[in-house]
């Protein structure tokens, strides 16, 4: 007696999906997304990161037969955020300058100036 072939890995699994059409358009939404990333890091000098999640719902009938549905989520590198410094005031004002600073004051004095070279 014949034994009938064993799947053993995902790759096998996820081959069974839309008539053996899934496994090729997953890997190349991950291709994809591997350009962006490598493009992200270039673009912006940086570390990129992703994600792929695969989740696989499974329900066995009484006759031992096994439906699969598969979905998946790709994310790409997100945008570094944009980013600004500021200080609150004594009446909660936003304010651009430290306010537990003195600000020194220059103004001109006038007069001749030299430039004067080491010698």
Known sequence: MNKAPEL???DQLLS???????LPDLLARIETNNVEM???AHDFGTAAK??????????LDRHG??????EDKIVGPK???HKA???ITGDGA?????????RMEVRDVGGRRELRTAE
């Open 85 to 87: 410094i500021g200080w």
């Open 8 to 10: 053993r890995s995902i």
């Open 65 to 70: 037969q096994m439906e699969m549905a598969i």
């Open 38 to 40: 490598k493009q992200f």
């Open 50 to 59: 992703g994600k792929i999640t695969i989740t696989i719902d499974m329900k």
């Open 79 to 81: 945008p570094p955020k």
């Open 94 to 102: 936003l304010t651009t300058h430290n306010p537990a600073q003195s």
């Open 16 to 22: 069974l999906a839309d008539n053996g059409d899934y």
